[in-house]
């Protein structure tokens, strides 16, 4: 499971409207019991109900209003998670947010919409609505091609390998053609390889840049990721939506707690490691 999820949460704030970012790095299915609002992707705006909702990424930070309180059931899924539970290209649904049932039929809302329920009427408590979503989906994986889980692992590696990795050194890793490779990543990334290396680059730099103290090896990573500090400002927010000096601010609580969540030191950790640590 730990290949496949990466994070369970239970969201709550009782705040009656929020105005926030969400920086889209992972894929997720996701359940609002409470609250509803919008959000803008790819220029359009998409509405944000009750109802259960999966993404496989966005490419840019996605901004959002919520009317609350707003509760949230969810889980942060890897790439691996986004094909087995799903079985499309990733790079078909980024900068979306379609309701479950598109990706895995009525079963899948009716999921959604008896935890939402029970949730909503005190019988199930945060943990233990993260405990039954985590289940259900647990017996909904299916097998990729094994080639297939191990360039994903590859990848994750490579990704990990630095801030800012080299592309060049990504395809000589893989055992396929460098345009058969670049189209497998982009299948299960949502994004292909520089694309990919930029977005994560940012959103692991805001993560550093939201701690309360950086390490000299911290503050040395992230001067050589970027050619300059306006290039660095410029990216983080594009893929935040925020400058570095508004970073987890007391007018953006949540996206401190997004950039903080275990979820982006497990996956992309300069480590690399695979399976992730818990």
Known sequence: MARHIMVLFEFATEAPYLEDQQPGGLGQFVVFPRGHGTTRLDGRTVNIDTAGHMMSGFSVAAPFKIHGPWHAIGASLSPLGWAALTGVPACDYIDRFPPVGELMGEEATAFCDDLSARYRDGALSGEAACRELGEWLGRRLRPIPSRHEQLIKVTLGWMGSSLSPDIDELFPRLDYSRRQAERLVERYFGLPPAALVRKYRALRSAALLAKEKLSDSDEAALAEAFCDQPHMINE???????????????????????????????????????PPTP
Do not use: A
Not at 238 to 255: A, H, K, N, S, V
């Open 236 to 274: 983080i927010r594009r893929f935040c939506g925020y400058t570095p000096t508004r970073l987890g601010g007391e007018g953006q609580p949540i996206m401190k707690t997004l950039l903080q969540m275990r979820n982006y030191s497990r996956l992309h950790g300069v480590r690399g490691d695979w």
